[in-house]
């Protein structure tokens, strides 16, 4: 009895021995530090970074909320030329051309503030029939003759007896003018000398001749010349003439007067006229002489 009671013993002793040893192991196992490997970095940042995030771990989310916040701000701004952010709604606004600036049309956003500048018009004449409707600019490809003759008939003064239409420029001793009676197609270009009461006048046709007339006081004379003819110093004879005898004056005399006129006249009216107002001169009407 006492053996088996013995034999009882041992094995009990055994038995807990093994449990202790079993119970020891255990805390070994989960008291063994981690694997550090993943928070070890080449620089500190990286680690302070990861370090942060198990620390604390609603701050990723905190950065997350700040910078959707940003990209919000962000895209209130205005958008440059290369953003694609913006689903842009364009205004515009048009400068037409002029005769000398060119025209074009700016478009800026409405959202964003972007613009940009498109439909580029080169500056340019509006020609009508026979000038510019803006700036009066004569057409070079407008017949010269008759483009006068609309120009006179539009903007033309009536003279006093209301019979012409006058463009008049004025010296103080004498006055040359363009002219054209109202209902005829031709014009007539005049010289006239009040002080002197001396006048010289021609009839000019839209074909090669005119019709020269001098006056002086009450003597008169005319002749009919080609345009191409007709230059500066030239002879005159007469075809017409007439001298009262209150004046009796010599009609070879009157005829060098006239003479000497023609090229007074012609050189005030292309310089002071034709030319400024039109572009014109005396050789556009078939006076090849006057260039």
């Known amino acids: 009895m006492k053996k088996i009671i013995s034999a009882l013993l041992i094995s009990f002793l055994i038995f807990s021995a093994a449990g202790c040893g079993s119970v ?3 805390p070994s196992i989960v008291s063994s530090p981690p694997d550090t ?17 198990i620390e604390n771990p609603s701050s990723s989310e905190e950065t997350q909320t700040e910078t959707d916040s940003s990209s919000s701000a962000e895209s209130s701004e205005p958008q440059s030329q290369t953003s694609s952010v913006c689903n842009h709604i364009f205004s515009k606004k048009v400068t037409a051309a002029t005769c000398t600036t060119d025209g074009f049309t700016e478009y800026t956003c409405t959202k964003c503030g972007y613009s940009y500048v498109g439909d580029r018009k080169p500056a340019a004449h509006d ?3 026979y000038f510019c409707l803006n700036c009066g600019k004569l057409d070079p490809q407008a017949d010269k003759y008759w483009a006068l003759i609309a120009w006179i008939d539009n903007n033309g003064q009536l003279s006093g007896n209301g019979h012409f239409s006058i463009f008049p420029y004025e010296f103080a001793e004498y006055s040359v003018s363009v002219l054209k009676n ?3 197609k031709y014009f007539y270009i005049d010289y006239y000398d009040q002080k002197n009461d001396i006048e010289c006048w021609f009839y ?17 004379g005319k002749f009919d010349i080609g345009k191409s003819t007709l230059y500066k110093g030239m002879e005159v004879k007469f075809d017409d003439f007439f001298t009262p005898e209150t004046e009796n004056k010599n009609e070879n005399v009157i005829a ?18 034709l030319y400024p107002k039109f572009g014109l001169k005396m050789s556009d009407f078939g006076f090849i002489n006057y260039k």
């Open 204 to 220: 000019i046709s839209e074909d090669n001749t005119c019709s020269v007339h001098y006056s002086n006081g009450k003597t008169y």
């Open 256 to 273: 060098e007067e006239c003479s000497k006129c023609i090229d007074n006249l012609m050189l005030h009216i292309e310089s002071d006229i």
């Open 127 to 129: 020609y009508g029939k």
């Open 182 to 184: 109202t209902y005829d």
């Open 37 to 53: 490997s993943i928070y070890v970095s080449s620089t500190d940042s990286k680690e302070s970074v990861l370090n942060e995030s």
């Open 24 to 26: 020891n192991d255990t």
